[in-house]
C-alpha cells in the first residue's frame, strides 16, 4: 500500500497520490495528481484472495481492458502502464459510485437501463464483468464500469444473478454496509 501525499512516479512521470478510492481484488486505487490534471493510479498488490485465483494481475489488467473496450463498454482510458512497478495510469471519471448513490437513496431506473444495455454488450461476447456497484460511477446521467476486471460468462455471475442483488437496498446491500461499518 502507497502513502497519502507520497510522489511515486510511473514510466519517469511524477504523480502526487491524493486519497485512496478503494481495494479490490487486485490492486489499490488512488485519486493522484500529475502536470496534467486528475488521474487513477492502481498499484497491483499480491495480497491472497480467498474466492479469486489470478494469472499475472498486470497482464490481466491490459488484456481486460482491451477486451472491454472491443465490446463497447464505456470504461475510463488506459493512459500508461509500468510493467517493472505493477502501476496503471487510468482516465479519473468524477461521480457517484451506484454504491453511494442506492445508499443515499440516488438510484436511478436509467442507471440500471444502462446497466442492461452493457449486460447485452457484455453476454454477446461471452464475458462478465464485476458488477459490484463500487466498480460504477455516474457521470453527467452516464454509467462507466471503472474496473477493467472481466471473465468468460457464467450464469452464476452474471448481472441478474448476482449483480443485481447489491444495486438497491436488497438484504444483501444491507448486509454488505452493516459489514463494512462494522470492519475497523
Same mark, same amino acid.
Given at each position: 500500500m +502507497?502513502?497519502?501525499?507520497?510522489? *511515486?512516479? *510511473?514510466?519517469? @512521470?511524477?504523480? @502526487?497520490l491524493i486519497k485512496l478510492l478503494g481495494k479490490g481484488k487486485g490492486g489499490y486505487s488512488y485519486l493522484?495528481?500529475? &502536470?496534467?490534471?486528475?488521474? *487513477?493510479?492502481?498499484?497491483? /498488490?499480491h495480497e491472497p484472495c480467498d474466492y479469486? /485465483?489470478?494469472?499475472?494481475?498486470?497482464?490481466?489488467?491490459?488484456?481486460?481492458? /482491451?477486451? +472491454? @473496450?472491443?465490446?463497447?463498454?464505456?470504461?475510463? &482510458? +488506459?493512459?500508461?502502464?509500468?510493467?517493472k512497478?505493477?502501476?496503471v495510469i487510468k482516465e479519473y471519471i468524477e461521480g457517484d459510485t451506484i454504491y453511494h448513490l442506492v445508499l443515499h437513496g440516488g438510484m436511478c431506473p436509467e442507471y440500471l437501463e444502462q446497466m442492461r444495455e452493457m449486460c447485452a454488450k457484455l453476454y454477446?461476447?461471452?464475458?462478465?464483468?464485476d458488477y459490484f456497484p463500487t466498480n460504477f460511477i455516474v457521470q453527467d446521467? +452516464?454509467?462507466?464500469?471503472?474496473?477493467?476486471?472481466c471473465n468468460d460468462y457464467m450464469d452464476e455471475w452474471n448481472f441478474e444473478n448476482w449483480g443485481i442483488k447489491y444495486w438497491s437496498k436488497t438484504p444483501e446491500f444491507l448486509q454488505y454496509v452493516k459489514e463494512k461499518t462494522e470492519t475497523p
Open positions: +502507497l502513502n497519502i501525499n507520497e510522489e *511515486v512516479s *510511473v514510466n519517469n @512521470t511524477k504523480y @502526487t493522484a495528481e500529475g &502536470k496534467n490534471g486528475l488521474f *487513477v493510479l492502481e498499484q497491483i /498488490h479469486y /485465483h489470478f494469472g499475472n494481475k498486470i497482464e490481466a489488467e491490459i488484456a481486460d481492458y /482491451h477486451r +472491454l @473496450t472491443r465490446i463497447g463498454i464505456r470504461i475510463p &482510458k +488506459l493512459l500508461d502502464v509500468d510493467l512497478q505493477e502501476r454477446a461476447k461471452n464475458t462478465n464483468i446521467g +452516464l454509467l462507466y464500469y471503472i474496473d477493467f476486471e
